[in-house]
């Protein structure tokens, strides 16, 4: 299975928060699993690191890829066609970063991994 993190279950798998899921983390390590972070999610790290909402021992720019390629989880570019899909969703949810990642994950067919109830009601697989 190809799964998408959202960009907080990124952040608890990096620093093994008890908030993770057993679920998550269990789909997270299996091997068949196909794990990715999109580009949008590195972008709004950055964004509250820089508004000091994010602390982060490092600045992103090394911290995050360092983590990332520490836990197996490939990159996810964002393309024209996830941008221009958001004009199809509903207005349910107001995050931005996440809406893209809805996008993303119903464009590629892959599950996003979220503990956002929100996000389970656009027509995306998820799992928590």
């Known amino acids: 299975m190809k799964i ?44 509250k690191y820089k508004l000091g909402k994010l602390p982060l021992p490092v600045f992103p720019d090394q911290y995050i890829p360092q983590k990332r390629e520490q836990h197996g989880i490939d990159s996810l570019m964002l393309d024209e066609q996830a941008t221009l899909y958001l004009s199809k969703l509903p207005d349910l949810h107001k995050d931005p970063f996440d809406r893209i990642l ?17 996000i389970t009601r656009y027509p995306v697989h998820t799992q928590w």
Do not use: H
């Open 4 to 47: 998408l993190l959202d960009t907080c279950t990124f952040l608890w798998i990096i620093t093994d928060d008890a908030s993770l899921s057993s679920k998550a983390r269990t789909l997270v390590a299996a091997s068949e699993n196909e794990v990715f972070l999109s580009v949008a999610s590195t972008w709004e790290i950055a964004v």
């Open 102 to 118: 809805i996008c993303q994950a119903i464009l590629q067919g892959m599950c996003l991994l979220t503990p956002d109830p929100l």
